[in-house]
């Protein structure tokens, strides 16, 4: 009896194991990558307050993702099983050791569908390092380690857009307190000590930005500009859907030429006379009428009656119902031009000129001789790629005044071709050797620059300091010797011919 009950006991307290629904394609969920993050995580035999603690996320904050994720149908809570839960896995291997096999990041069936989101980010093997961590600890590193570069600061504390300063702060706290290095001070972390402490160092900057209003207001906007950029890159460079659309114009078009072709059909017959309906024939009979002429009766009734079987007949037949045709595809391809020009026209008033070049795009597509149309979409195209440029240069700029040096000189190469500038060549030069990054590809953006603006110092400075860096100082030491002839009162160029000359640098 009292084993009974306490049996019964144990099982209220039994904590509730979220699971994944069958058949749910989690790529057409509207989820966020935090959501995301929670959901591959979710594998039938962890709690919420273990999936907290695996993720580093606040547990408040994982039940009401959970809770989310169960309303679109993605997870569902099983009923409490009668029989006693599997002991989480451990390592079997001695100590010094390495496992035998991976460790298994998801159940198998889940982790071999590329779909799904416990689909590895990282090599499993990984996980097999012989370390002072468990494996949801090693877990918790890796997953956070590798979406660093795809995570924005709020993806990273798990956190809305608008969370307030507090919700910021108890955030960075509960992953602080899973990734601080100095939690694990004096224990053997391997490769993990990298990782952890780059992982640290992000969660950090995310908090120190997001907490200070300024750096927020200056980073919101970059996340803007960066969401931008993408639209328009997606709108301009979306073939699919370019060709998924021209497929749908020619579908109405010849759609709207049958239409127009059944309304209009009238089959030739012949004339009441018996005459020929060769229409040389039909002209000299009228002529001949005009002119005060007969037709013999005789002839008229020794004419042989016309018949729509006549091969003649059915050649003129075709003939004119395919002229028809061709006339309907002619009309509704006309008015599906009109409709894109208006749509065009549209766009363009309401400021939106990737909208505007891509409805140009289908109508110069359904209308290629048109040279008015063609130049027309040249200029729209050029506006929008120069409205992509300025976003990237806005993007870049942020990226430099943050040190992301390798991000900003992509940035900066991306604005210069919508819109190419010595300035825009120049700053993607630099950042790209402050990176230390490809010095080769380096020298191309800063030659250009000074081949753009010849009579300008910056860039040849920066020219010269890509050669210092590349080892060129013969080259570097021109460069400078050339700048201090334009801006001969900049003394930092002084300074570095200087230098050069003395074998310092």
């Known amino acids: 009896m009292s084993g ?61 993702t959970l809770a989310r994720l169960q309303q679109l149908g993605a997870v569902h809570y099983a009923a409490p099983s009668t029989t006693e839960r599997p002991a989480p896995e451990r390592s079997s291997a001695p100590p010094g050791g390495r496992l035998s096999r991976p460790a298994v990041e998801a159940p198998r069936r889940a982790a071999s569908d590329p779909a799904h989101p416990a689909a590895a980010l990282y090599d499993p093997s990984e996980l097999d390092e012989v370390v002072d961590l468990d494996l949801p600890r090693k877990r918790a590193v890796l997953d956070h380690y590798y979406r660093l570069d795809s995570f924005n600061h709020y993806e990273l504390l798990g956190i809305a ?46 908090h120190d930005v997001l907490t200070r209003s300024k750096s927020r207001a200056e980073y919101d906007q970059y996340l803007a500009a960066q969401r931008r950029t993408r639209n328009l890159e997606q709108a301009l460079a979306d073939e699919r859907a370019s060709a998924r659309e021209l497929d749908e114009v020619r579908r109405r078009i010849e759609e709207a030429a049958r239409v127009t072709d059944r309304a209009s059909h009238r089959p030739p017959t012949p004339t009441p006379s018996g005459m020929a ?33 006549d091969p003649v007949v059915q050649e003129m037949v075709a003939d004119d119902l395919k002229r028809r045709y061709e006339q309907s595809v002619t009309r509704a391809r006309d008015d599906q031009v009109t409709r894109y020009i208006e749509a065009a026209d549209l766009a363009q008033k309401e400021g939106n000129v990737v909208s505007a070049a891509n409805a140009l795009r ?17 200029q729209t ?56 990054g490809d010095l080769r590809k380096a020298g191309e953006l800063g030659k250009r620059a000074v081949t753009m603006a010849p009579k300008a110092a910056e860039p040849r400075v920066t020219l010269a300091k890509v050669y210092v ?37």
């Open 4 to 64: 009974g009950v306490k049996t019964d006991v144990n099982r209220q307290a039994e904590p509730r194991l979220p699971q994944l629904v069958e058949g749910v394609d989690v790529r057409t969920l509207p989820i966020g990558p935090h959501e995301a993050f929670v959901l591959s995580r979710v594998d039938g035999r962890s709690s919420d307050g273990e999936i907290a603690m695996v993720t580093g996320l606040e547990p408040g904050f994982v039940v009401e």
């Open 381 to 436: 195209q050029e506006r929008a790629n120069q409205e992509l440029a300025e976003t990237y240069r806005d993007q870049a700029q942020y990226e430099e005044r943050s040190g992301r040096f390798a991000e900003a000189a992509l940035s900066y190469e991306r604005a210069a071709r919508g819109k190419p500038t010595a300035q825009l060549f120049e700053r993607a030069a630099f950042c790209l050797q402050a990176a230390n």
């Open 469 to 505: 860096k590349a080892g060129m100082k013969e080259s570097a030491l021109l460069e400078f010797e050339r700048a201090a002839q334009l801006a001969p009162d900049d003394d930092s160029i002084k300074d570095w011919i200087k230098r050069l000359k003395r074998g310092e640098v």
């Open 161 to 206: 857009l608008d969370a307030d300063k507090k919700a910021i702060k108890d955030a960075y706290f509960a992953a602080v307190s899973v990734f601080h290095p100095d939690r694990y001070f004096g224990k053997n972390l391997g490769a993990f000590k990298p990782k952890l402490e780059r992982v640290f160092q992000r969660l950090t900057q995310a």
């Open 362 to 378: 289908v109508a110069v597509t359904l209308r290629p001789d048109d040279e008015e149309l063609k130049a027309r979409l040249e």
């Open 277 to 309: 309906l060769d229409p040389n024939e039909r002209r000299r009979a009228l002529a001949r009428k005009l002119a005060g002429g007969t037709i013999p009766p005789g002839a008229r009734r020794s004419a042989p009656p016309t018949s729509t079987r």
